[in-house]
């Protein structure tokens, strides 16, 4: 069974820090190119950040969040978390996980957290 569950959303204050974590399983992690998305509402889907698997490296960010926000990962555990630092109202969305391995097309998908920023 083929499982992303995402961890830490919740409410924020302006300037403040969450830390999301994901934790796969029924897969081989360390192949997966790993995503944190977002949709706000109203809006389409957005692409926060990114990490390469174990052959590709390389991290990418949204400008919205470069600076902010940064993505890791550790194989060893199958997770892969997001780091939000200096956080604003504008960030408020839905957080999702993804995995996507390109040579095979697979691509799986959390159930998202929430993440509100407001005073």
């Known amino acids: 069974q083929v499982q992303l569950v995402e961890s830490g959303g919740g409410s924020v204050q302006p300037g403040g820090s969450r830390r999301l974590s994901c934790t796969a399983s029924?897969?081989?992690?360390?192949?997966?190119?790993m995503a944190w998305y977002r949709q706000a509402p109203g809006k389409e889907r957005e692409l926060v950040a990114s990490i390469s698997s174990d052959i590709f490296s390389g991290t990418n960010y949204a400008e919205s969040v470069k600076g902010r926000f940064t993505i890791s990962r550790d194989n060893a555990k199958n997770s892969v978390y997001l780091q939000m630092n200096s956080l604003k109202p504008e960030d408020t969305a839905v957080y999702y996980c993804?995995?996507?391995?390109?040579?095979?097309?697979?691509?799986?998908w959390g159930q998202g957290t929430q993440v509100t920023v407001s005073s």
């Open positions: 993804n995995a996507h391995w390109a040579d095979t097309g697979r691509s799986y």
């Open positions: 029924g897969f081989t992690f360390n192949f997966y190119a």
